[in-house]
């Protein structure tokens, strides 16, 4: 069975601060999604990477996938506290398992 | 578009009770997924429905939990006998898939606590 795995659990960052957060697999992903979970919400989608040291860019957001697809970073510059939330990875070809998530705490 | 719903957001109930979840998807969307999360941790899949038909369940749907979608709309999920360790976030997800990978859309859950 795959097993996503996230680092760190818990991130608390000042605004205006830089950070990154990772995503690793014990198989190789087919593809990954990135989501974002606000507090008493669902996840929402951020993107989807496919191809293998594949970059992706979304405003503050760069998301990359390691060349042998089996782990993912967020980075994200200059944090606001509108980027709170808990990011999730996901391997959407496997009945969407999803990682354990990071959970983000930006102070104003 | 109004998005995935689901229907209570909140439920609290006592243990030994049955509960029943509503998630109304994406009118178009033909696919429909369930899942349960837990504080801090990232959902765990339960069950998928293509249309109406119950395509996979996971291991962790006892026999406690029944999933429905009636003419492949809507969708419930209902729990009988509750245990404390029910309580959790329960999630619907759609999305329009003919293969893998689809876009799933969220809904905003039903918190559901077992005291």
């Known amino acids: 069975t795959q097993l996503l795995e996230q680092s760190p659990q818990f991130l608390s960052i000042q605004e205006g601060e830089n950070l990154t957060v990772y995503c690793n697999s014990s198989?190789?992903?087919?593809?990954l999604q990135w989501y974002r979970q606000e507090p008493g919400e669902g996840p929402v989608l951020l993107v989807t990477v496919v191809t293998g040291g594949e970059v992706k860019k979304l405003k503050r957001l760069t998301f990359q996938f390691g060349d042998a697809r089996k782990d993912s970073s967020l980075h994200i510059t200059a944090a606001q506290p509108g980027d709170t939330g808990l990011y999730l990875c996901a391997d959407p070809f496997l009945k969407y398992i999803f990682g354990t998530g990071t959970r983000l705490k930006v102070l104003a | 578009d109004t998005g995935v719903s689901q229907d209570p957001r909140h439920k609290i109930t006592k243990r030994g009770q049955n509960v029943t979840f509503r998630c109304d998807p994406i009118?178009?969307?033909?696919?429909l997924y369930w899942y349960r999360q837990t504080l801090g941790q990232g959902p765990e899949f339960l069950t998928y429905f293509q249309n109406e038909a119950q395509l996979e369940k996971s291991r962790l749907l006892s026999d406690r939990f029944s999933a429905e979608r009636p003419k492949g709309s809507f969708s419930t999920l209902e729990i009988q006998r509750t245990e404390q360790g029910d309580s959790a976030m329960y999630l619907c997800a759609s999305s329009f898939g003919v293969g893998e990978g689809d876009i799933q859309y969220f809904g905003a859950g039903t918190r559901l606590s077992v005291l």
């Open positions: 009118s178009e969307h033909n696919r």
């Open positions: 198989s190789v992903f087919s593809s």
